[in-house]
Nanobody, 114 residues
Framework: VQLQAFGGGLVQPGGSLGLSCTAS????????MGWYRQAPGKQRELIAG???????NYADSVKGRFIISRGGAVNTVYLQLNSLRPEDTAVYYCFVRISGIPYWGQGTEVTVSS
């Protein structure tokens, strides 16, 4: 299983950015995909997850600002980042969990700065 994330970049505080991630390989119809992030000098943080069944969950730090979606696809996940803050600066990693085993992509960098 391989994952590739797209959409990182530089954005001003208060701005928005969209991330996408596609998994390739043998992906079962029922799975969970989502996003972690790791800020400089900090531990990796789970920020959002979504199942193919439609369930979603968010970390408190992003709830109400970020939106995760699957777009009806088995192997794709999106993350809309709104009302961005400097503390959202991090490398964002997508994952797919299959039978309890997580698979990771290489990450895409998001920088929030004026």
């Amino acid at each position: 299983v391989q994952l590739q994330a797209f959409g990182g970049g530089l954005v001003q505080p208060g701005g928005s950015l969209g991330l996408s991630c596609t998994a390739s390989g043998t992906i079962p119809r029922m799975n969970t995909m989502g996003w972690y992030r790791q800020a400089p000098g900090k531990q990796r943080e789970l920020i959002a997850g979504a199942t193919t069944g439609g369930s979603t969950n968010y970390a408190d730090s992003v709830k109400g600002r970020f939106i995760i979606s699957r777009g009806g696809a088995v192997n794709t996940v999106y993350l809309q980042l709104n009302s961005l803050r400097p503390e959202d600066t991090a490398v964002y990693y997508c994952f797919v969990r299959i039978s309890g085993i997580p698979y990771w992509g290489q990450g895409t960098e998001v920088t929030v700065s004026s």
